[in-house]
């Protein structure tokens, strides 16, 4: 799987509640702490009208999604970073995924247990933000000591790498997500070799349910999500996976009567999508096929995703994009009209694009 997002936040917030609903993987639930202690994954279709609309146009049968990958990881506490509740495990599964979706509490329910006893969103992101923190200052002390070894043996380069990590240790012990701080070229080569937690993108997640709306919260939970240039969204958790489990047919007609066009679910996946900078092309060829990439990707980059023999024999692409093929309706008015290309390697796929590859090995 190409690209990944990590379910993170206290025990008992509904992450696994969620994760069931966009994954419909079955992970255990239970009304205590730590009930998550290896992660799920749960392999999700990104919702894409255009790819259904493609297939008609271009009488290609049963169309291939494209799709991301979802990580249920255990709650954390505070102490994670020092182990607490089998935090330093959990906090190892965090470093390897692209980003977070940090889910949020703001629900009232007395029957489910709160953490810290009492519903407050702000503290609760606060709690886990500490400790995320604190694991990266942790990670980046270790590469101090290394890079001064360094030094002391006559390594040039290592000054410059260690000027960087001061610098972020610095920014991180003001309490500040390592993502709200600037940092150039080099200074970002140097903290990709790190795997720290606090530069990923996060999309903070408010849980609610149907009976209350928690106004004051979720405009708090907001203004904090936007101080941090993080993404911000709430979903009824619960409602969300009873959808996930109808019928599709039963399901746009539920959504239909709520007088929705899509789910809180399905928006969830394109806010996921659009938080790691990712874009929709497709291929068609043979079957028609929906793939993800990451904005600004070259040519023989993408065909390399495909099959390692697309990137190494490259001859060219040839390219139209989705839009025309609405306007034309057919491929072969869109070549009448010119809008067909032949691109090389460095072309950049857009969004959109319609691409057959034309390779040799």
């Known amino acids: 799987m190409g690209f990944n997002c990590g379910i993170i936040g206290l025990p008992n917030v509904g992450k696994s509640t969620i994760f069931n609903a966009l994954s419909g993987a079955g992970a255990h639930m239970a009304n205590y702490p730590f009930c998550t202690i290896e992660p799920n994954k749960g392999i999700v ?23 991301i990958e979802f990580i249920d990881v255990a709650g954390l506490v505070k102490g994670a970073s020092k182990g607490e509740g089998l935090g330093n495990k959990f906090l190892g599964h965090i470093r390897s ?41 942790e990670v980046l002390e270790r590469a101090r000591e290394k ?22 240790i610095a920014h991180l012990n003001q309490g500040q997500m390592l993502k ?45 999500a936007a101080g941090e240039n993080s993404e911000f969204m709430y979903i009824i958790g619960n409602l969300e996976e009873e959808i996930s489990e109808l019928p599709d047919e039963e399901k746009m007609e539920f959504l239909g009567a709520m007088g929705l066009e899509e789910s809180g679910l399905d928006r969830l996946i394109s806010k996921a999508y659009k938080l790691l900078g990712l874009i929709t092309y497709y291929t068609a060829a043979t079957e028609l096929q929906a ?17 390692t023999d697309f990137e190494r024999g490259f001859i060219r692409a040839e390219v139209f994009n ?9 491929e072969h008015a869109v070549k009448e009209h010119g809008l067909v290309r032949s691109e090389g390697k460095e072309y950049v796929i857009r969004e959109g694009d319609i691409v057959k590859y034309l390779f040799n090995v």
């Open 291 to 307: 793939w993800t990439l990451k904005e600004g990707t070259h040519a023989h980059v993408a065909a390399g995703k495909i099959h």
């Open 322 to 330: 989705y839009n025309d093929l609405v306007q034309y309706k057919t």
């Open 45 to 67: 279709p990104v919702p894409d009208k255009r790819l259904q609309e493609i297939a008609q146009l271009l009488h290609r049968q049963n169309p291939i999604q494209t799709r």
């Open 180 to 224: 709200t701080l600037e940092l150039d070229r080099e200074e970002e080569a140097v903290v990709a070799e790190l795997g720290l937690i606090t530069n990923k993108p996060v999309l903070y997640l408010a849980n609610i349910d149907e009976k209350n709306s928690p106004e004051k919260e979720l405009a708090a939970l907001s203004d904090y």
């Open 147 to 168: 890079l001064l070894k360094l030094i002391r043996s006559g390594d040039k380069e290592a000054k410059h790498s260690i000027e960087t990590i001061e610098r972020i």
């Open 97 to 137: 995924v692209d980003a977070l979706v940090h889910v949020v509490r703001c629900f009232f329910n007395e029957d489910v247990v709160h953490v810290s006893g009492e519903v407050d969103p702000v503290s609760d992101v606060e709690v886990i933000n500490t400790e995320l923190i604190l694991a990266d200052i």
